[in-house]
C-alpha cells in the first residue's frame, strides 16, 4: 500500500496570501496524484489531477506540481473560500490512498 | 449538473448488516466506474471499494475484503454497498463517488453524493 503523507497537518495564513501544500508518497505514484478540497459538512471537491490538471470550474489560482514521490498543490492568493482541509490520493494502483490531510485556517 | 442521493445508512449493532443505494443522475451512469469512500468522525477519507462499469470488475481495501460487497445496477442507475460483520471502526459517513473519466483503469472522483452516516454500535 502506498502510504501519501501531507504537510503541514495545519497551516495558518491570511487572504491574500500563497500556500504550499505538499504530499509525499512512500513510492513513486508517477503522475496519477489527485488533490480534493473538503470543507466542514460538505462532501470533497476535486480540484487537480494527474498532478497539474485542473478539474471542471476549479480556478486559476489552483495549481499543481511534482512527479515521482513530491507534489505540491500551490494557491496563488488565498480567498476567504480556500480556508478547508485539502487531502491528496493516488491512483497508480490498488488500494488507492489519500493523504491525511492539510487544514488551512484563517490567520 | 450530476446528482448522486446516498441512503441507507443507520444505527446498526456490532456484526451486523446494512446495504447502501446510490441513486445517480443526470449523467449516463453506465459509462462510469463508481466507488465507496469513507470518512469516520473527525478524520480523513478512507476508499473503501470501487466498481467497473459493467460490474464485472471489483475492487476493495484491505479491511473490508470479506466483509463488504459492492455492486451496481445500470438499468437503475444506483450502486450499493452490501456491509456484513459490521464492528465499530465501520462507522463513518459512506460518501458515492463517479471516476472523472470514462477510460481510466484507476479512478479519481470527480461528484460525490451528500454521504450517508453508518454508526455501528451497541
Known amino acids: 500500500e502506498i502510504v501519501l503523507t501531507q504537510s503541514p497537518a495545519t497551516l495558518s495564513l491570511s487572504p491574500g496570501e500563497r500556500a504550499t501544500l505538499s504530499c509525499r508518497a512512500s513510492?513513486?505514484?508517477?503522475?496519477?496524484l489527485a488533490w480534493y478540497q473538503q470543507k466542514p459538512g460538505q462532501a470533497p471537491r476535486l480540484l487537480i489531477y494527474?498532478?497539474?490538471n485542473r478539474a471542471t470550474g476549479i480556478p486559476a489560482r489552483f495549481s499543481g506540481s511534482g512527479s515521482g514521490t513530491d507534489f505540491t498543490l500551490t494557491i496563488s492568493s488565498l480567498e476567504p473560500e480556500d480556508f478547508a482541509v485539502y487531502y491528496c490520493?493516488?491512483?497508480?494502483?490498488?488500494?488507492?490512498?489519500f493523504g491525511q490531510g492539510t487544514r488551512l485556517e484563517i490567520k | 449538473e450530476v446528482q448522486m442521493v446516498e441512503s441507507g445508512g443507520g444505527l446498526v449493532q456490532p456484526g451486523g448488516s446494512l446495504r447502501l443505494s446510490c441513486a445517480a443522475s443526470r449523467f449516463t451512469f453506465s459509462s462510469y466506474a463508481m466507488s465507496w469512500v469513507r470518512q469516520a468522525p473527525g478524520k480523513g477519507l478512507e476508499w473503501v471499494s470501487t466498481v467497473s462499469r459493467s460490474g464485472s470488475s471489483t475492487f476493495y481495501a484491505d479491511s473490508m475484503k470479506g466483509r463488504f460487497t459492492i455492486s451496481r445496477d445500470n438499468s437503475k442507475n444506483t450502486l450499493y454497498l452490501q456491509m456484513n460483520s459490521l464492528r465499530a471502526e465501520d462507522t463513518a459517513i459512506y460518501f458515492c463517488?463517479?471516476?472523472?473519466?470514462?477510460?481510466?483503469?484507476?479512478?479519481?472522483?470527480?461528484?460525490w453524493g451528500q454521504g450517508t452516516l453508518v454508526t455501528v454500535s451497541s
Open positions: 494527474d498532478t497539474s
Open positions: 513510492q513513486s505514484v508517477s503522475s496519477f
Open positions: 463517488a463517479k471516476d472523472r473519466a470514462t477510460d481510466y483503469s484507476t479512478p479519481n472522483f470527480d461528484s
Open positions: 490520493q493516488q491512483r497508480i494502483n490498488w488500494p488507492l490512498t
